[in-house]
C-alpha cells in the first residue's frame, strides 16, 4: 500500500503529453484540411466535408489517447471540464484535478507551439489560424455558450455512463471516441464544436485572437457543472471509481474516516443503551 508520501506525478505528466498530441495532432489537421497549396484542401472544397473529416480526425485522435498508456496512466481527461466533473462527481481528488486542468492547458500551449514548428508561418495564416474554432458568422455568443455546454453535458453523460460499469459493453475510449465526433459534426457547423477549454486554450494565445476566448473556456466548465450537480441528485447512479485514490493515499484517509464515524456512531448507541 502506498503510504501517501508521492503524489500522482505521471499522471499530471500524462495529462501534459496526451493533450499536447491532441493540440498538435489538431493544428496539422487545420493545416491539411484549409492550407492553401494543401492537396487535401485542393480536393474536398466544402465545408461540410471538412467538418467530416476533421470529426473523425478529432474523435479517432481522442479515443486513441483514452487507450494508450497515456490515457491508461490517468484516465485520459485531455479536458478540465472533464476534471471538473469528476472532481465534483468523487471521482478525482482536488488538488489532482486542479493539477490535470494546469497540465491540460500547458499541454495544450506546447502542443500548438509544436504544430507551428512543424509547419512553420502557414499554421497562423488566416484559414488555418492555430487550429482555432470559431462559430459561425452571425451566431450569438448566448447561442454558442449554450451549445457548448450542452454539448459537454451530453459527452459527459455518454462517457460516465460507461465509466461508472463495472462491466461496459465498449471501452470508454471508444465512447469518448464516438462522442467527441458525433457532437463535432452535430454543433461544429453553428457553433464551432470545442466543448474543450484546453482545446482553445493554445490555438487562442498563438493567434492572438481573444474574441471568443471567454465562450469557449466557460461554457465547457459550465456543462460539466450543471451535468454533476444533475448527476449527484439521481440516487440510483452508480459511483465513479477513483483511480488515483485507489492508486495513492486519499482511499486510506476515507477508510479512517468511514471507521471514524461507525466507532462515533457505535459510542453513541452504547450510551442509549
Request: proline share 7%; charged share 15%.
Amino acid at each position: 500500500m502506498n503510504d501517501g508520501r508521492n503524489r500522482p506525478g505521471p499522471e499530471w505528466l500524462s495529462e501534459f503529453a496526451g493533450t499536447a498530441i491532441l493540440l498538435f495532432v489538431m493544428v496539422s489537421l487545420f493545416r491539411v484540411l484549409n492550407g492553401a497549396d494543401s492537396p487535401v484542401a485542393q480536393a474536398v472544397t466544402s465545408g461540410e466535408g471538412r467538418l467530416a473529416i476533421a470529426a473523425v480526425v478529432s474523435g479517432v485522435t481522442v479515443g486513441l489517447l483514452v487507450a494508450s498508456p497515456l490515457g491508461r496512466r490517468s484516465g485520459g481527461h485531455l479536458n478540465p471540464a472533464v476534471s471538473l466533473a469528476f472532481w465534483l462527481l468523487r471521482a478525482l481528488p482536488g488538488r489532482d484535478a486542479m493539477a490535470y486542468a494546469a497540465a491540460q492547458l500547458a499541454g495544450s500551449a506546447v502542443g500548438v507551439a509544436a504544430g507551428r514548428l512543424l509547419w512553420g508561418e502557414p499554421a497562423g495564416t488566416s484559414a488555418v489560424g492555430f487550429a482555432t474554432v470559431r462559430a459561425a458568422d452571425g451566431v450569438p455568443w448566448a447561442v454558442v455558450f449554450a451549445v457548448e455546454a450542452a454539448a459537454t453535458a451530453v459527452m459527459l453523460g455518454a462517457v460516465i455512463f460507461v465509466a461508472a460499469r463495472p462491466r461496459p459493453v465498449l471501452p470508454v475510449s471508444v465512447v469518448a471516441g464516438v462522442a467527441v465526433a458525433g457532437l463535432i459534426l452535430l454543433v461544429g457547423q453553428g457553433a464551432g464544436g470545442s466543448f474543450n477549454p484546453a482545446r482553445q486554450f493554445g490555438p487562442e494565445l498563438f493567434s492572438g485572437d481573444f474574441t471568443w476566448l471567454g465562450v469557449y473556456l466557460t461554457a465547457p466548465l459550465v456543462g460539466a457543472i450543471g451535468f454533476a450537480l444533475v448527476r449527484r441528485r439521481i440516487r440510483t447512479a452508480p459511483p465513479l471509481p477513483c483511480p488515483l485514490c485507489e492508486r495513492y493515499s486519499c482511499h486510506v484517509r476515507a477508510v479512517r474516516r468511514a471507521a471514524g464515524k461507525a466507532v462515533a456512531a457505535s459510542r453513541g448507541v452504547s450510551r442509549d443503551a
